[in-house]
């Protein structure tokens, strides 16, 4: 396994202090976009180490004065709290030499956390009481950084959550339409251009100063929460590389997206993808308990559309990249994702259907 991250693994050992010997690093979890180690020091404490993904993350300066600046803030508040600052958040190791990361020879970032022992991280929903805890340690990511500024914080992917700019760019696919594969999405791409006034509402929301701007995390999955293996408590959120400015209810959003059903993100058989309105309404209950009044009543009342527009843009990401020869998500077999494309949309048609029920399960838990 000599791949590139192991040529420069050393060198970047080198550039940390551990408190003591390395006994081990070898790599780590089941991320595919950064290289993950866990290393091991003679003390018995671990480490997670990493090589930044240049590929997915141009600026690490940018990338790591959000992360270190967002950690170090939390470490602040959760310690007035009365927490355990080395278990509810992440804890950057800063380089011998300073600064919040280091460059190898090949020009690449590497950074160092400590390992948050004690703990679980699960890769899918189980049960409602596991999408719950997601929910009020998200909801709690929301209410600990509620005063943090986030306009200060640096956008690492440009127009990341820009549903106006989404559907352009799914636009611009379809007239290209480079591969000649329009035909074959023609229901998919007129479901989106239906919706196309209803990728304005959140963003128009936020010019007009309806809703405010956040620090959001931006990947709300399950996987980027750590759970107490004893309590089976959210504990610590994790992955902070897409932590930017942003809206409140596109994190709610974007874990109803993928766990409120309970098929396959690329299940071809769309009788079996179903919004359940039960896993929403219990992930709704946890999500404002977490937030403990943080959010205003117009981000409550938005929630709904949080769920819908991070799931409709999902789609149009899949169909979009599916017009164009699917060059940005890996795919393992011929029009994988127009069929993710139209799992998306067809939580979209679910909810759309059940959308009075969405809006009163947010005014229940307000």
């Known amino acids: 396994m000599a791949a590139k991250a192991e040529l420069t693994l050393q060198a970047a050992l080198n550039a940390f202090d551990f408190g003591g010997k390395l006994t081990s690093c070898e790599r780590f979890g089941a991320g ?27 600026n690490a300066d940018e990338l790591m004065e959000n992360i270190t600046g967002v950690t170090d803030y939390l470490r602040e508040i959760i310690a007035k709290n009365g927490g355990d600052v080395e278990r509810e958040t992440m804890t950057v190791i800063r380089p011998k030499n300073g600064g919040f990361y280091y460059k190898d020879a090949d020009g690449e970032a590497w950074r160092v956390y400590t390992f948050v022992e004690n703990t679980v991280c699960l890769q899918s929903v189980t049960s409602p009481e596991e999408f719950y805890a997601s929910a009020q340690a998200f909801g709690n990511f929301q209410h600990l950084l509620c005063d943090y500024p986030a306009d200060t914080l640096h956008e690492t992917i440009a127009k ?9 760019l799914l636009k611009a696919a379809v007239e290209a339409d480079k591969l000649g594969r329009a035909e074959s999405a023609k229901a998919e791409i007129d479901f ?36 107490d293996k004893g309590t089976n408590k959210g504990v610590c959120v994790i992955d902070l590389d897409t932590v930017m400015p942003g809206l409140s209810i596109n994190d709610f959003g974007d874990s109803i997206r993928f766990g409120a059903n309970h098929s396959a993100e690329d ?14 309404d219990i992930y709704t209950k946890g999500f404002l308990e977490g937030a403990a009044g943080t959010l205003t009543d117009a981000e409550i009342e938005y929630l709904p559309w949080g769920a819908k527009l991070m799931t409709l843009e999902c789609g149009m990401r899949f169909l979009t990249d599916y017009l164009s020869g699917d060059t940005y998500f890996h795919t393992t077999r011929n029009g ?13 048609s679910d909810m759309e259907k059940q959308w009075s029920a969405m809006g009163e399960t947010a005014k229940k838990y307000k």
């Open 336 to 348: 994988q994702n127009l069929d993710r494309c139209r799992t998306q949309f067809k939580l979209v």
């Open 160 to 168: 990341f959550h820009d549903t106006e700019n989404r559907f352009a």
């Open 267 to 280: 299940e071809p058989d769309l009788s079996k993808v179903n919004f359940d309105i039960s896993l929403y």
């Open 32 to 58: 595919h976009i950064n290289d993950t180690f866990c290393a091991v020091c003679e003390t018995g404490k671990r480490f997670i180490v990493q090589r930044i993904s240049s590929a997915a993350f141009k």
């Open 192 to 227: 989106a251009i239906a919706r196309e006034k209803d990728c304005s509402v959140c963003v128009q929301a936020l010019r007009d100063g309806v809703l405010p701007l956040r620090v959001t995390h931006n990947d709300t999955k399950l996987n980027n929460i750590l759970f």
